[in-house]
């Protein structure tokens, strides 16, 4: 890269003869090349920062193996919703190295990251219309993946999108607000059908629908992707609290037309690949939020709050076997579980994109183009998120989702 960038310059071509008799000098002629050397380099640099007004860029690496000095945006945290954010900035700005975005992130093997031990679900079925919005957007993101992060001379894209639907099922006493969800989801564009007890039984007859008096089953653009494959391409009230996943085994479990299940009791599962593997969990009530201060996993909470909860739905998992799992963090707004979008009320630099209580992979791609919207363009322009912003919690006025999991 140096040579490259030094043998086109005529400055740098004058010291070429002086560099082959270097071996054959003298101690005080190699002390004279080097200060000339340095001489002409500063000159160089110089020369190259003026002859680009308005810009303090140095073609000189002052910082070897360091962030670049300068930058025009730094994003704190590089998962996926960091990373979002830097790729829509940069498109927006069309010009290459016109906008220079320096993204920070403390664990850059994303071993402990939240997005790469997340379950990868992806869904439009909530409450609010600005979460529907942002997960329609992000599904026809990724059912498009190569329209974007398409790279030459590599291999399609594939984030293994699995289009299985998500399925809710709600008990007589919360049926009502499935209904109303439902009329929400369909007022802005999701794909959506409501089931009876006896049509969720036809259509999944290894169900157990004893106590279920509703059932919201997703179309299209739901369903699960790998996480890692998308997070490689691209304050109090927002804590990190440690969600156990559970790999189990069942051969003789649902099949193919398996969707992502929530269940009313707050237990959730899905297919995972072929030959009767299962991702399943639930989270903890806030009382009993396990220790974060590791990722130990806790396999007596799949034995007391899961097994049986699991086992009740789907009658076949009474024979299951855990084959593995692990555990991953979780942030998580404890105001009203939204994501907190938006400029600092006080520092008018410092933007907010953070506390989506585990809906921030699956919203990353619109989220990332709202806050490269609201940096480069001073607002919204594709999907209206003010809802989000930070001034309702200095209000006191949350907003709720009422479909959280």
């Known amino acids: ?51 680009m007004p308005g810009s303090d860029w140095s073609p000189i690496e002052l910082t070897p193996g360091l962030p670049p000095e300068r930058a025009d945006v730094v994003i704190v945290g590089g998962g996926v919703v960091g990373w979002s954010i830097a790729y829509w900035l940069k498109m927006k700005a069309r010009v290459r190295d016109g906008l220079r975005v320096l993204v920070v992130e403390k664990d850059p093997t994303y071993s402990q990251a939240s997005t790469v031990l997340s379950c990868g679900g992806i869904r439009q079925q909530f409450s609010l219309k600005e979460n529907i ?16 992060l398409w790279v030459v001379n590599e291999d399609p894209v594939d984030l293994q999108f699995n289009h299985s639907g998500y399925l809710f099922l709600a008990s007589e006493k919360s049926a009502h607000i499935m209904e109303e969800n439902y009329r929400t989801q369909r007022y802005v564009g999701a794909k959506v059908v409501l089931l009876s007890p006896s049509q969720l039984k036809e259509r999944f007859p290894w169900m157990n629908t004893e106590g279920v008096a509703l059932a919201s089953l997703g179309l299209e653009n739901e369903g699960w992707f790998t996480p890692a494959k998308l997070c490689s391409l691209i304050s109090y009230i927002v804590p990190i609290s440690s969600r156990f996943v559970y790999v189990v085994h069942c051969p003789d479990g649902p099949g193919l037309d398996t969707p992502f299940l929530i ?34 996993v806790d396999h007596e909470f799949f034995q007391e709050k899961v097994w049986h909860r699991l086992a009740h739905r789907i009658p076949a998992f009474e024979q299951l076997k855990v084959s593995s799992a692990w555990a991953g963090f979780y942030d998580y707004n404890t105001f009203d579980q939204n994501g907190i979008i938006g400029l600092h009320p006080l520092v008018p630099n410092m933007y907010f ?3 989506f209580s585990g809906h921030g992979l699956q919203q990353s791609p619109a989220v990332g183009l709202a806050v490269a919207e609201l940096i480069l363009d001073g607002g919204y322009k594709t999907i209206d998120l003010s809802a989000f912003d930070l001034k309702r919690i200095l209000l006191q006025e949350p907003i709720q989702e009422s479909n959280i999991v």
Request: charged share 25%; net charge positive.
């Open 1 to 51: 890269m140096w040579r490259k960038l030094f043998t086109s310059v005529p400055a740098f071509r004058a010291l070429k003869a002086p560099c082959r008799s270097f071996k054959s000098s003298s101690r005080g002629a190699e002390k004279d090349f080097f200060k000339d050397l340095d001489t002409q380099l500063r000159a160089f640099r110089d020369k190259a920062a003026a002859a």
């Open 133 to 148: 919005l942002l997960s329609l957007f992000s599904a026809h993101f990724m059912k498009n993946i190569n329209n974007h």
């Open 263 to 296: 269940d009313y009791s707050g237990v959730y599962c899905r297919r995972e690949g072929l030959g009767g593997n299962y991702i399943t969990g639930m989270s903890p009530e806030e009382t009993e939020e396990p220790d974060i201060s590791n990722l130990d």
């Open 353 to 355: 994109a953070t506390g």
